[in-house]
T-cell receptor, first 115, second 115 residues
């Protein structure tokens, strides 16, 4: 079984500042890792994913994340945020190496970008 | 093209009533997933289908919950004898096929309120 912990429920930040949203996971098997974003009144949208290869993954809207196997982390970063990045962000894992499709999500982090 | 659609967008019902929630996946997507998102929580897996069959229903909380996908496309989540604790946003997602590298595309959800 897998579990995901997002360490911050809310992150306020000023526009153009850098941001890091933290995610730690627990699993007895190898995993694939994902970040999703949910804008108000919209469905979940995939930001980026780590399946294998380079541990630094780049996604849409200037976001990136780094997979750290020893620390079981997959933190999301952006060097300069915009007002439009205000949303809720979810980290998720899926068991790797199989065709099993279930995603396990963290509790979410609400990012609020202030002008 | 059209994304995943869910109807109704909002459903208010009384305790003890029966409800049906519908999901129309992206055309050609063979895998379909249901998740439930309670207030302040991340989505929790309920069930997924590969074609017409439920490949894993281990997330269904009890036997009041049932889902079908009779023709391998549209799916209906059915909840009998609703309880106040069933109030949540029910999310549907689809992917091209069951697998590790197939992105799940989410619908906007159905917000269920049980009075």
């Amino acid at each position: 079984a897998q579990s995901v912990t997002q360490l911050d429920s809310q992150v306020p930040v000023f526009e153009e500042a850098p941001v890091e949203l933290r995610c730690n996971y627990s699993s007895s098997v190898s995993v694939y890792l994902f970040w999703y974003v949910q804008y108000p009144n919209q469905g979940l949208q995939l930001l980026l994913k780590y399946l294998s290869g380079s541990t630094l993954v780049k996604g849409i809207n200037g976001f990136e994340a780094e997979f750290n196997k020893s620390q079981t982390s997959f933190h999301l970063r952006k060097p300069s945020v915009h007002i439009s990045d205000t949303a809720e962000y979810f980290c998720a894992v899926k068991a790797g190496g199989t065709s099993y499709g279930k995603l396990t999500f963290g509790q979410g982090t609400i990012l609020t970008v202030h002008p | 093209g059209a994304g995943v659609s869910q109807t109704p967008s909002n459903k208010v019902t009384e305790k003890g009533k029966y409800v049906e929630l519908r999901c129309d996946p992206i055309s050609g997507h063979t895998a379909l997933y249901w998740y439930r998102q309670s207030l302040g929580q991340g989505p929790e897996f309920l069930i997924y289908f590969q074609g017409t069959g439920a490949a894993d229903d281990s997330g269904l909380p009890n036997d009041r919950f049932f889902a079908v996908r009779p023709e391998g496309s549209v799916s209906t989540l059915k909840i009998q004898r609703t309880e106040r604790g069933d109030s949540a946003v029910y999310l549907c997602a689809s992917s091209r096929q069951l697998g590790t590298d197939n992105e799940q595309f989410f619908g906007p959800g159905t917000r269920l309120t049980v009075l």
